[in-house]
C-alpha cells in the first residue's frame, strides 16, 4: 500500500476489503471503466468488457488504489450505485443499479 493510502483512505470500508477486479484490469493493465458498489457493500473495478468467470479476481480495495490511484475519485458512491467511462480520459456517468 502507498504511504499516502496510510494517511487517509479515501473509502470507508478498510484497506483491506476484499473488491472484485477482472483479469484485463489486473493482468493485461486495461484501465478501469467500471466501477459498482452494490446493494451488498461489495465494490467491482472492471475494464467494461464482457466478462466470463475466470476473468475474475479477487483483491484487496487498496490494491485497487495502488492500480488506479484516481478511484479514490469514486469511493462516495453509496450502496447500489454505479460509475462508468468511455475510456480513460471520460468523465464518469454516475446511475443506480
Known amino acids: 500500500m502507498k504511504k499516502i493510502m496510510k494517511k487517509h483512505f479515501p473509502f470507508a470500508d478498510k484497506p483491506n476489503t476484499a473488491c472484485f477486479t477482472c483479469s484485463h484490469v489486473l493482468e493485461e493493465h486495461k484501465p478501469i471503466l467500471y466501477v459498482s458498489h452494490d446493494d451488498d457493500g461489495y ?39 454505479y460509475a462508468e467511462a468511455e475510456d480513460a480520459q471520460s468523465n464518469w456517468v454516475v446511475g443506480r443499479e
Open 43 to 81: 465494490w467491482s473495478f472492471l475494464c467494461g468488457g464482457s466478462h466470463t468467470e475466470k476473468d475474475l479476481r479477487l483483491v484487496a480495495l487498496a490494491e485497487i488504489l495502488d492500480i488506479d490511484g484516481s478511484m479514490a475519485d469514486l469511493a462516495g458512491l453509496d450502496y447500489g450505485q
